[in-house]
């Protein structure tokens, strides 16, 4: 079956623009993740959505950022009047509900952000 | 808060050589415990986990056991191969629909 996918591959913009990334999750994973990952800070959580809903946004580094999940699938990742150190490749990761024992997180193969 | 500490790379292995990777962990409670893979040009996939002390996760011939009195989880491969170059990544949940906690990270080359 299809994987998580991330739209687009690449972007790059210049300081000060607004940015959308775009995850669609596996079909029925009602869990889905926004990490990041670069070269100083390796990978990141940013936010957690369960449903439509955000139980833990702890991760998102400034005010920003904000993200939103609609239909309990596909989820946007905002960035406002990007910066240089925003530059870093943004994962989305989804994973069905657990009962209780830790599952897997599947990830996609993430947006490579360049801020100019 | 939770962490998660690899030791430093990277590492250069020789085809066939004996692999161990260390990982510790400092978390409240249990938490469940995973090794990512990263092989180039591609996305992050499991490779192994262990959900409670003792138990050992496997895969691909990888193996790591979850050692609570010693809070680590290294990872250990016998006989490695060209196609285990990739950047390997210790990670923790503290429970279940919870956000995962990644060590730095250390990339492998393995020559032929």
């Known amino acids: 079956g299809a994987g998580v996918s991330q739209s687009p591959s690449n972007k790059v913009t210049e300081k000060g623009k607004d940015v959308e990334l775009r995850c669609d999750p596996i079909?029925?994973?009602?869990?889905l993740y926004w990490y990041r990952q670069s070269l100083g800070q390796g990978l990141e959580f940013l936010i957690y959505?369960?449903?439509?809903?955000?139980?833990?946004k702890s991760g998102l580094p400034s005010d920003r950022f904000s993200a939103e999940r609609t239909g309990g699938s596909v989820s946007t990742l905002t960035i406002q009047r990007t910066q240089q150190e925003d530059s870093a490749v943004y994962l989305c990761?989804?994973?069905?509900?657990?009962?209780?024992?830790?599952?897997?997180?599947?990830f996609g193969p993430g947006t490579r952000l360049t801020v100019l | 808060g939770d962490s998660v500490t690899q030791m430093e790379g990277p590492v250069t292995l020789s085809e066939e050589a004996f692999l161990t990777i260390n990982c510790t962990y400092t978390?409240?409670?249990?938490?469940?415990l995973f090794w990512y893979v990263q092989y180039p040009g591609e996305g992050l996939q499991l490779l192994l986990k262990?959900?409670?002390?003792?138990d050992k996760g496997s895969n691909k011939g990888f193996e790591a056991t979850y050692r609570k009195e010693t809070t680590s989880f290294h990872l250990e491969k016998g006989s490695v191969q060209v196609s285990d170059s990739a950047v390997y990544f210790c990670?923790?949940?503290?429970?279940?629909?919870?956000?995962?906690?990644f060590g730095k990270g250390i990339t492998l080359s393995v020559r032929p």
């Open positions: 959505f369960q449903g439509n809903s955000a139980p833990d």
């Open positions: 990761a989804s994973s069905r509900l657990s009962g209780g024992v830790s599952v897997e997180q599947f």
């Open positions: 978390a409240t409670g249990y938490p469940s």
């Open positions: 262990a959900t409670k002390a003792d």
């Open positions: 079909s029925g994973h009602t869990a």
């Open positions: 990670a923790l949940t503290p429970g279940a629909n919870s956000k995962l906690t």
